[in-house]
Nanobody, 125 residues
Framework: QVQLVESGGGLVQAGGSLRLSCVAS?????????MGWFRQAQGKEREFVAT????????SYADSVKGRFTVSRDNAKNTVFLQMNSLKPEDTAVYYC?????????????????WGQGTQVTVSS
């Protein structure tokens, strides 16, 4: 069974930056092919933020974060990152790391097999 643990969330002022990390353990290397970040604001559905292929060669972003957020990974450390710059109050949410057993990146929430517990990001105005 794969476990995903996120860290790096916190409180930041608008315009600031945060770097989220997600460490994967358990399972096999094939268990965490494509990885993704999602977020859920209070009272809203969980939405796609970013995804990255196992090699890091393919990425995709939600329009709302494009140009501000960057997803990357270090396979030697079984870690995926989300660098968030120019943060806005509307970025406030619980951010979740997710992994899928397949190599294809996708924005579809239901296509991910494993999920972390989430880390809170709060952006003050």
């Amino acid at each position: 069974q794969v476990q995903l643990v996120e860290s790096g969330g916190g409180l930041v002022q608008a315009g600031g930056s945060l770097r989220l990390s997600c460490v994967a353990s358990g399972g096999t290397t094939l268990s965490t092919n494509a990885m993704g970040w999602f977020r859920q604001a209070q009272g809203k559905e969980r939405e796609f933020v970013a995804t990255i292929s196992r090699s890091g060669g393919s990425t995709s972003y939600a329009d709302s974060v494009k140009g501000r957020f960057t997803v990357s990974r270090d396979n030697a450390k079984n870690t995926v990152f989300l660098q968030m710059n120019s943060l806005k109050p509307e970025d406030t949410a619980v951010y979740y790391c997710a992994a899928r057993r397949f190599t294809t990146i996708t924005t579809m929430r239901d296509a991910y097999d494993y999920w972390g517990q989430g880390t809170q990001v709060t952006v003050s105005s």
